[in-house]
């Protein structure tokens, strides 16, 4: 016969108790909250970046060959920045938010800000210095919910159940479905451009810093707290932007604030995040895209100089370069080809959007009315947006 365990006294009770009610709450939240990754659908070109890594690559688009304008809009009133496509439509954002069906017609229009815009799962995230971050329908642009932010975004993010935001100097977390915070944090090496990532793990890059978040814990989720970084690494990193995940590192782009030599590209393990390589490009790399075995941007060198640059992904040598008559803001990728995308130097105004292969050999040009902010391509067209307000089509001839 074993031995009859003694009676609990009140303290053993108030013990077992809180510590069931502990490990009944730790169930239910989980050991840990990672985000998951996605992949778009073949039709779309969802975010900015196209996916969560940031590749900047749709291997199901079939790009022109000779191009030429389907259709063309064009409102003098409006400015865009941003424009992505989803839900059979082309969402556009800037100095206000519009839904144009693929044919042209206008879905609807509101008169509300969007530096940054996104769409995952039947819904339209969008961010703006003086409007917030707002959760929108596709059919009607109506607003969920509205998260008051008076500070510049440079990116967004949107995952099963959160949106991260990337704001000027702050990394933010949002509740997908009511936009409560989740978890903030303050950039603490000074002031400049933050973003993310999300691959086998989530990625962020600060002022001077790039890092590997771990999944929260129990405690860090009941105190708000952001993701501790597994791994941080600042060598190469000056005034980083939204990095790009490969298989084996994370390619991360630098600009240059008045310096000759710095600004380039750094590519990060993302097991230990040790620097395999730093390739200073002197000056601004931006928007850079993955194709088989390298990475392209586009870059300002100092005097006015602009390109577009190959390196390798293993050892960051340069592949080739292409000198570009327009800066080069906008980069993506398809299965073969490479689509380039920017606005006049020198304050000009014009725009252009050119298309190259692998090889870095130059294929056409398409001019526009002014800077071009973004460049899309989703099935056989290239959708892009610009400044003077206009949304182009352009498909084969």
């Given amino acids: 016969m074993s031995p ?16 069931a009610a502990l490990a009944g709450l730790s169930g239910c939240l989980g050991r840990s909250d990672p985000p998951t990754a996605w992949s778009p659908n073949s039709q779309s070109w969802p975010l900015e970046g196209y996916d969560t890594r940031n590749t900047r690559r749709n291997v199901h688009a079939s790009p022109p060959r000779d191009p030429v304008v389907e259709w063309r809009v064009t409102d003098s009133t409006a400015e865009f920045e941003t424009l992505v496509v989803a839900d059979d439509a082309v969402f556009v954002g800037g100095t206000s938010v519009r839904a144009y069906e693929t044919d042209e017609s206008l879905r609807w229009k509101r008169d509300r800000g969007a530096d940054a815009i996104g769409f995952f799962e039947g819904t339209l995230y969008v961010a703006d210095n003086t409007d917030g ?25 949107p995952t099963t159940d959160r949106l991260f935001v990337a704001l000027h100097n702050r990394l933010v977390c949002l509740d997908a479905e009511t936009g409560e915070t989740r978890w903030s944090q303050w950039g603490t090496n000074g002031v400049g451009p933050t973003g993310f990532a999300l691959g086998d ?107 577009l640059v190959a390196l390798d992904r293993r ?83």
Avoid: C, K
């Fill in 4 to 19: 009859r365990s003694p009676p609990l006294g009140r303290r053993d009770v108030l013990r077992t108790t809180g510590a």
């Fill in 133 to 157: 971050v707002a959760a929108l329908s596709p059919e009607d642009g109506s607003a969920a919910w509205v998260a008051d932010f008076d500070i510049r975004p440079y990116g967004i993010l």
């Fill in 315 to 397: 050892d960051g040598v340069v592949r080739w370069r292409s000198e570009q008559t327009h800066w080069v803001g906008s980069v993506a990728v398809t299965a073969d080809r490479i689509v380039a995308a920017g606005g006049a130097v020198d304050g000009g105004l014009g725009g252009a959007v050119s298309a190259y292969d692998f090889d870095g050999s130059h294929e056409w040009t398409v001019e526009t009315a002014d800077d071009v902010t973004a460049v899309v391509p989703v099935g056989n067209r290239i959708y892009a947006s610009s400044r003077a307000g206009e949304v182009v089509a352009l498909g084969d001839r």
């Fill in 201 to 307: 793990a989530l990625y962020t890059v600060q002022t001077d810093s790039a890092a590997r978040r771990r999944p929260r814990e129990f405690v860090e989720r009941l105190r708000d707290e952001p993701p501790s970084a597994e791994w941080n690494t600042t060598r190469g990193m000056e005034f980083p932007h939204a990095p790009t995940v490969g298989e084996e590192a994370l390619f991360v782009p630098d600009e240059a604030f008045g310096s000759d030599t710095s600004g380039g590209v750094t590519a990060v393990d993302v097991a230990d995040g040790t620097v395999r390589w730093n390739r200073e490009l002197g000056g601004d790399a931006h928007a850079p895209a993955l194709i088989d075995d390298a990475v392209v941007a586009g870059v300002h060198r100092p005097g006015g100089a602009y390109e």
